[in-house]
C-alpha cells in the first residue's frame, strides 16, 4: 500500500519532530528541550531528555530531538526567527534536491531571503554529499530544515531528462514526500528548487480550493479539459480531496513501475485530474503572467511587459547549465560558490 511506503520514509518522523517542536514552543516560549515521537499519524511529544546543544539520535525509526531554541536568533539561510516561522506554523514549504542540483537549490533559498518571506521549509536532500553540505548551511536556522532521504539515494551528479529512468524514479517520489506532510493537516507549497521568488507568493493561496497550481493551455482564470498543470509549483490543502488525489497519484506510479511503464509525475497528474480520478479536486489556477515557466517569463522580459512577476519556475529551461546561463542573463542569479567549490566542501 502507498500509505505503508509512506511510513518507511525516515523523514516523516524528523519533519514532524521539527513540527511539534515549533507547536510546543510557541506554548512554551524559552528554551525547547526532547521530543520523542513515534512513527504514527498522531504523535505523542513528551518531554525525554535535557541537553545543552542540538542533538538528533535516530534509533528504531524514533526520533529524539534536543534542541535549544532561542527566539530572536536569525536562520544563516532564511534570515528568519522562530517568531517569524511561527506567523506560518501551518504552513511547510517543500523541496528535494541533490548535490549536482544544489547551487540552482541555494539561489532559490537566497531569492526566498531576500524578500523576506519566511516559512517552515523542509529539503529532502537526496545523497550523502548534498545533506552534509546543506545540513551544515542551515544549522541552527528555525525556518530550514534538512533531510536526508532514505527512501533510495540517488546519484550526487545532476540527472539529465535524457536518463529517463533515473530522472523519472527521483521525481516520482516527491509525491510520498508530500503525503506525509499533508495527513499532519499542513499546507504544503510543493516547489521545484529552480524557481525564483520576486515577490511573497502566499497571498495568493487564499480561498475555497485543495490545490493551486498553473495551466500553462487554458485562458486564466477558466478550468478546460485539456488543461496542461505543472506538478513544480503547487499548494496543497489537507482536504479529504486532497489527500485521496496524491494517494491515487502514488498509487498509480507505483503500478506503473512494476509493469515497466516510465511516465512523469506531471502526466499522471494531469491524467488523474482530467478524469476527475479519484474524486474531483477544486483547483485555483495561477496567472502565468505573474507565476510564469521559463520561456514565458523571458518572453515578457522580452516584450517589457509590465507585469510584477511573483515566482518564476524555470521548467522548460533544459538543464542545470542551461538554466544558470538564463538566471545569469537576467540578474537572477544570486550564488558565489561554483558546483564544483560546493562538491569539494561535501
Not at 517569463?297 to 546561463?325: D, P
Request: net charge positive; aromatic share 10%; hydrophobic share 40%.
Amino acid at each position: 500500500m502507498a500509505q505503508e511506503h509512506v511510513y518507511k520514509v525516515l523523514f516523516f518522523v524528523q519533519s514532524a519532530a521539527f513540527i511539534m517542536l515549533i507547536i510546543s514552543y510557541s506554548q512554551n516560549p524559552g528554551v525547547l528541550y526532547g521530543s520523542r515521537l513515534q512513527p504514527s499519524p498522531k504523535a505523542r511529544v513528551t518531554n525525554a531528555c535535557n541537553c545543552s546543544s542540538n542533538k538528533t539520535t535516530l534509533k528504531n525509526e524514533t526520533v529524539h530531538l534536543c534542541m535549544p531554541v532561542q527566539n530572536d536568533i536569525r536562520g544563516p539561510l532564511s534570515n528568519c526567527t522562530l517568531a517569524d516561522v511561527m506567523k506560518r506554523s501551518k504552513v511547510m514549504l517543500l523541496s528535494t534536491t541533490n548535490l549536482g542540483f544544489l547551487d540552482i537549490t541555494l539561489n532559490m533559498l537566497e531569492s526566498i531571503k531576500r524578500i523576506g518571506v519566511c516559512v517552515n521549509t523542509t529539503i529532502i536532500a537526496e545523497d550523502q554529499k548534498c545533506y552534509r553540505y546543506l545540513s551544515k548551511r542551515a544549522e541552527a536556522d528555525p525556518a530550514v530544515h534538512v533531510v536526508l532521504t532514505n527512501s533510495g539515494e540517488s546519484t550526487s551528479k545532476e540527472i539529465l531528462r535524457t536518463q529517463r529512468r533515473q530522472y523519472y524514479a527521483l521525481f516520482n517520489k516527491r509525491q510520498s514526500y508530500l503525503l506525509t506532510m499533508l495527513q499532519q493537516g499542513l499546507d504544503v507549497l510543493f516547489s521545484d528548487a529552480d524557481t525564483f521568488w520576486f515577490r511573497d507568493p502566499f497571498p495568493f493561496f487564499k480561498g475555497d480550493f485543495d490545490i493551486s497550481l498553473i495551466d500553462s493551455i487554458s485562458p486564466y482564470p477558466v478550468r478546460t479539459n485539456r488543461g496542461d498543470y505543472c506538478a513544480g509549483f503547487v499548494y496543497y490543502k489537507p482536504t479529504n480531496a486532497t489527500l485521496q488525489l496524491v494517494n491515487t497519484w502514488i498509487q498509480t506510479m507505483q503500478e506503473n513501475d512494476k509493469k515497466g511503464k516510465l511516465l512523469a509525475d506531471q502526466s499522471v497528474l494531469n491524467g488523474l485530474v482530467h478524469a476527475d480520478k479519484p474524486v474531483y479536486v477544486r483547483i485555483k489556477p495561477l496567472d502565468t503572467n505573474i507565476f510564469p515557466w521559463g520561456p514565458k517569463f523571458y518572453s515578457l522580459l522580452e516584450k517589457k511587459a509590465n507585469y510584477s512577476t511573483v515566482v518564476m519556475h524555470a521548467a522548460s529551461i533544459r538543464g542545470r547549465a542551461a538554466k544558470i546561463a538564463k538566471f545569469k542573463s537576467s540578474n537572477m542569479w544570486l550564488v558565489n560558490s561554483t558546483i564544483e567549490e560546493i562538491a569539494g566542501q561535501a
